[in-house]
């Protein structure tokens, strides 16, 4: 039972989506690192609540306070501490939900787990709002990796039916992931957001949600990086970005299209380009034998449709033990994809300087 | 950089494909559970290799000797320890490759990494010969899992254009996963057996290798199990899966699905049952808010094609640094999906082990 | 490099003396503990800088903030964040420090190892005011260990020349320790105070300090509790002890007094008292092979003199490379062995909860 | 439960010591390190009971068989096993300790933790014995070190009341660490052996046991290594050294010393020596605010005298729950401190490793 990840770093995130705060603690963080606030606070702005109609409503400043690791601006080598407080808390519309669970939301298992006693107003300590401090934390991981040349980005790849085009494996410039990374609404074909758009629209009309996909790639990286059996980079990517709520799978490279594949299509070859080994395809996504191999990092998340919808649902009184409908009321995001976009990238580069430190 | 993982009990894996043996510590197993060797020495067969057509000729007997943790045939709660030793050895075949580096395989990240240190023959410890130890610890924890009624079972669920049929995500019987994991070809339905070996002969014949997909359930867990942010039971078995090599992907419930779903259609409703709390489907695959819901765990995993094909295939010399033409001669699978079922079972199996210990 | 520690709980420290404030996070603690929040200030006032002349006059209100992890005063299952502000902070004592380190202090190593970025006010991370959310968060262990009729208790074994009587390693009651842990100068024999305060008034006068031992026991654990080789309770004890500042040594039971024994003389028999199995003495201080065997658990701990004192001593000045002179000014303790009692009775109850949960 | 350890490094340490070995796997050796077999061998020698009096009459070769991790002399940088097979086992002197445990030994504790299917052959997995594979593994962390500048030596402090004299903690040196390290019974002023034989022998002839204190050093460290809190120098070597049986105690530098004394005389203050910041003492052993200062590491160890003697103790029988007097036949130390030593330079050889790659 824990919400501590990393080996080299030590990422501890805590907090309730209407309690206090949410925050996080970083430990192992380089000495010396000055810190780009207005960086981080755009990453911030970019996963914050309440800025258009695809995110809930619930307006949150989301300005965290760093209250340890930091002197004149700069990491003095011990623990960064920071918290963010909730403010726009409506903890009234959440009332009922202790006794009925919402449909493919923690409700039903942390009730069992906790005993009742989790606090459950807006998903508690399983809410997206727990993304906050890993996208505050990330964005401190992201500055420490460009300084080595490092640069991670992500697009939403498919919204229902609408889809972006995918990333070229081979092929990633860093002007493209950096030009990604400044977007709210990030797609790599420009036309992707308006028929994405149109997708949210369309749910949140009715009450609904949609799921989505993200994909995500990390350029910069040497050749060799990553581990042996346990310690892949697939592996080490993974135990990160399911901590983010809502994601059902993961996929490096082709991922599961390999299944339909034959070795002598999808092999990765090698040819000498400019008196260097250079692959002359990526279709594993940069990772080999969980060690990276000099091509970019690709992988793809997959996301759930928000559980939160406002249409009636079948559940049952956790009190009564009988069946009762359920309409959920509260603020929520008809599609969590299009914010999720800066936390899968917080949570790779969390990983990748995991792995590199 | 670690061939160690779990939390409550701790599995240490060795050794190299064509060096002396294979094996692994398990640390931290309950004392006094009686040994079912024949239920092991089952699971060592189903992966072992050299059966039949669809796996490589490489023939070796993998019946490991225990060398301590186990007293009169049961575990004394001190590590149990087993080597596996490799007895049919063809490293000839391999010594081309310390120069021209397989595609898609570890050879190029791994001379980097180890600095031409590491044991290429045969992939050394990234070789799929690794898995032998890893099904031998698996199959102590499925015994102890079934002690406490609780059955792990896969199938292959495509190879190829060929298909199984699903499992029925919210209907899965101990039957049905009992059948699968006595079978060396482990299908839902038998017509697919036949369909999928005849893809893989087909590769086989051009000297080319094929994908496949492996679908698996854990059935009777309680309601709550696993953990917080980043302890989630999606998390968790991740770690254990990407330590088995080939794979490239793992989805829970509809996984990749979802990005194409809407809340209304996949939410996974409750209902009261014979005076119990049931889930009216189980598009999550047994997991919400990283925690199990008391429906059965379904995940799949995408299996590369072995990278090894006698094809001809691009590469480079890494002391002359030129474009090199490579053919692998050795032995090896044209379709590892089939053997993989066992320690795809082996590896779920440790999963959930170390997280309800 | 890590302020993290504990396998089942994870007990996650930040801060700096004279930074914004200190704080922790734990993760792992059961849910719907009912916190007893007048317990957790009393220990929180036993460590409190300032009461009287055996400590700092500086003077901190260490009220701890809880943010998150308590619902309506009990525990939620979710990490529990608290903050502890730092109120008064004198950070104009330290300017020089930053130039001339202090001897026997962390100051010439951190600088080394951060590279001058660490904060050296009042020693930074690496002050003793990092106890504070030890104490909070041993508090809480404690709570949890009386309802499972665990008890802690530590006293002042030897301050200077004035020592207390030590435990009666076979008999040690509740009430005694209860008793210790309720007083704010602890000793067994009340005319051991007189003696120690002597001491220490008479080396505050002069500008000194003075070093001690602090002798703690734990009652009510049930026999075979810790682990293997590596996990044995003096093992796990030692971990969390070593992480309070002044501590060079620990010793279980005899400790180095075994060195001048014989077996004869010192092992633990057996014999049968009310029907059941009881040690006849208590030389191992209550651990057998790293296993608890039902005596008490019995340890005792080294300090050495607090660093910071005001009588001139050699250093050296870190930018012109020449020797000065250095004068301590600032407020310090001139015995730290007071009021670390309360701290190594936080760090032995979070080992005992770590190892038992 | 684990017999694993390390950040870095992972040791996994198996077996027992009348079962069919002992042995380890290493996790994390840096690759291409060419092993000094004879090195190692002289390690293991040291070790190796049988010798002389001072020892168990039990006679092994005590020579691993590495399985994995090393081609052609090099490390691989895959996990490194080595299996030492027990040759010389006489369990029949056994037989009735698995009814009446020793006293001072795990076996009662084991009985209980295992509810009795734990191997109490010669005290199973909780033997001496194991010190083996730790000496193994010390051997080749030694040899890493050495490449790196870095010397490891120990000496018997104290057998009973025959006294070595202890190191010069400012002013050690690599001669008289390694001349140390190359005896089988290691002091640094050659009378202390006879008079420690002396004391042994005494307690030998009347099949009793004598304690003893072993004082170790590592020099060659560079100042600013080691942690925050809960990572120090002094609590990592604490917990690969709490893994060797028999250990009560671990003081560093000045250790409980530093309880009668006052800040001014033992503070270690610093001097420009040579253009370099040197220490004028090492009363802190090496480390402050668990870093190391540049200065010899220096702490000792308290090791208990072995429980097994032939002289009738008192002990209960767990069967018939009532008094029984025991005799112990069997073949054992008299000191373990003796073969002892070069188990303690291993396990701060493999503890310092661990903290510097």
């Known amino acids: 039972m824990s919400s501590v990840i990393g080996n080299n770093i030590k990422l501890s995130v805590f907090g309730e989506s209407h309690g206090t705060a949410v925050g996080c603690v970083i430990d192992g963080l380089p000495a010396g690192i000055e810190l780009d606030f207005d960086g981080i606070n755009k990453e911030m702005q970019?996963?914050?609540?309440?800025?258009?109609?695809?995110?809930?409503?619930?307006?949150?400043?989301?300005?965290?306070?760093?209250?340890?690791?930091?002197?004149?601006?700069?990491?003095?080598?011990?623990?960064?501490?920071?918290?963010?407080?909730?403010?726009?808390?409506?903890s009234g519309d959440y009332e009922n939900l202790m006794k009925v669970?919402?449909?493919?939301?923690?409700?039903?298992?942390?009730?069992?787990?906790?005993?009742?006693?989790?606090d459950v107003r807006g998903g508690g300590h399983f809410s997206a709002r727990l993304t906050a401090p890993i996208?505050?934390?990330?964005?401190?991981?992201?500055?420490?990796?460009?300084?080595?040349?490092i640069t991670?980005?992500?697009?939403?790849?498919?919204?229902?039916?609408?889809?972006?085009?995918?990333?070229?494996?081979?092929?990633?410039?860093?002007?493209?992931?950096?030009?990604?990374?400044?977007?709210?609404?990030?797609?790599?074909?420009?036309k992707s957001e308006e028929k994405m758009r149109g997708e949210i629209e369309k749910y949140r009309l009715e009450g609904n949600s949609v799921g989505g996909e993200i994909?995500?790639?990390v350029i910069g990286l040497p050749v060799g990086v990553g581990g042996n059996i346990f310690d892949t980079v697939e592996g080490r990517i993974s135990s990160f970005i399911f901590g983010v709520p809502a994601v059902k799978g993961i996929q490096f490279g082709l991922g599961f299209g390999f299944a339909e594949q034959n070795g002598a299509a999808v092999n990765d070859e090698y040819g000498i380009?400019?008196?260097?080994?250079?692959?002359l395809s990526n279709n594993n996504g940069g990772v080999l034998g969980g060690m990276t191999?000099?091509?970019?990092?690709?992988?793809?998340?997959?996301?759930?449709?928000?559980?939160?919808?406002?249409?009636?649902?079948?559940?049952?009184?956790?009190?009564?033990?009988?069946?009762?409908?359920?309409?959920?009321?509260?603020?929520?995001?008809?599609?969590?994809?299009?914010?999720?976009?800066?936390?899968?990238e917080a949570a790779a580069a969390l990983a990748i300087l995991d792995i590199i430190l």
Do not use: W
């Open 135 to 149: 996208v505050f934390a990330g964005a401190i991981a992201k500055q420490i990796l460009r300084e080595k040349g």
């Open 46 to 90: 970019r996963r914050a609540p309440g800025r258009d109609k695809s995110s809930t409503p619930r307006k949150e400043d989301d300005i965290p306070e760093i209250l340890t690791g930091v002197l004149n601006g700069k990491t003095t080598g011990a623990p960064l501490a920071a918290v963010i407080r909730n403010n726009n808390t409506k």
């Open 152 to 190: 991670v980005g992500a697009h939403i790849k498919k919204i229902g039916s609408a889809c972006d085009e995918g990333f070229d494996f081979n092929d990633i410039s860093k002007e493209l992931l950096l030009g990604l990374s400044s977007k709210n609404f990030s797609v790599i074909n420009e």
């Open 273 to 279: 380009k400019d008196g260097k080994i250079a692959l």
């Open 215 to 217: 994909e995500c790639a």
């Open 101 to 118: 669970p919402r449909p493919s939301h923690s409700d039903y298992p942390a009730f069992v787990k906790f005993k009742g006693n989790n």
């Open 293 to 344: 191999n000099g091509a970019p990092i690709v992988f793809s998340v997959a996301m759930k449709p928000t559980p939160s919808i406002s249409i009636p649902q079948k559940s049952v009184n956790l009190q009564t033990m009988e069946n009762e409908e359920l309409v959920i009321k509260g603020r929520h995001d008809p599609c969590v994809a299009v914010r999720a976009v800066p936390v899968i």
